[in-house]
């Protein structure tokens, strides 16, 4: 009785969740209540606050719930290229930006984060979080292009964490413009070509002045 019980509230948990989803990609996060998430739920009020403390943790666990087991297969793919950095950094954007254009619920929750919820206010502690990953991402692809720098495989001129700048703003420029227009253009397509354009870029020797 009491496994059934846990069961039947992780049911509840995440059919708030998938509420939660619909609800902020449709209206926005600032424009959505608790009270909107329950109906959409079809549960109560109570029912959420047993979950959850705030809006705030619900957003929070709808992210997790999305973005940790793809964090998860980076970190394998890290291990699985320890030796070959630039291998794994187009591995790792790849895999990214081919989830974002074939899982449709993975484009759910990045549209929801980049073009429906502002950070301000009850949800600015949700972008100080945003900044720490994103500060750690920063940091995995710096280290990555100083060992290929000391492989040979990038010029030793190369500035590694202007590198990896550039990096997260071809890979967050591709998010934001496709989050905002899925018919830009192609990203299934694309994404390939765009990250090997970059990566030949950083790899060539700079040019004399």
Partial sequence: MVRRTK?????????ILDAA??????????????????QEANVT???I?????NKVSVYDA?????IDPVEDKLAELQAQHINEPLVFIRTMMLFFLNKLATDPRYYCILEIAWQKCEY??????IRN?????GNRFAGIYTEAIEKAKAQGDLPKSLDAKM????????KDGLIANWTLDRNRFPLGEMAEGIMDFYLAGIAAEPKSK
């Fill in 7 to 15: 069961e039947e509230a992780e049911v509840t948990r995440q059919r």
């Fill in 21 to 38: 989803e619909v609800i902020f990609q449709r209206n926005g996060v600032s424009k959505t209540t608790l009270n909107d998430i329950a």
């Fill in 45 to 47: 009020r109570g029912a």
């Fill in 49 to 53: 606050y047993w979950h959850f403390e």
């Fill in 62 to 66: 709808m992210i997790h719930r999305i």
């Fill in 120 to 125: 301000v206010g009850e949800m600015a502690e």
């Fill in 129 to 133: 979080r945003h900044l720490e990953c």
């Fill in 163 to 170: 590198a990896a700048v550039g990096l997260m703003a071809v």
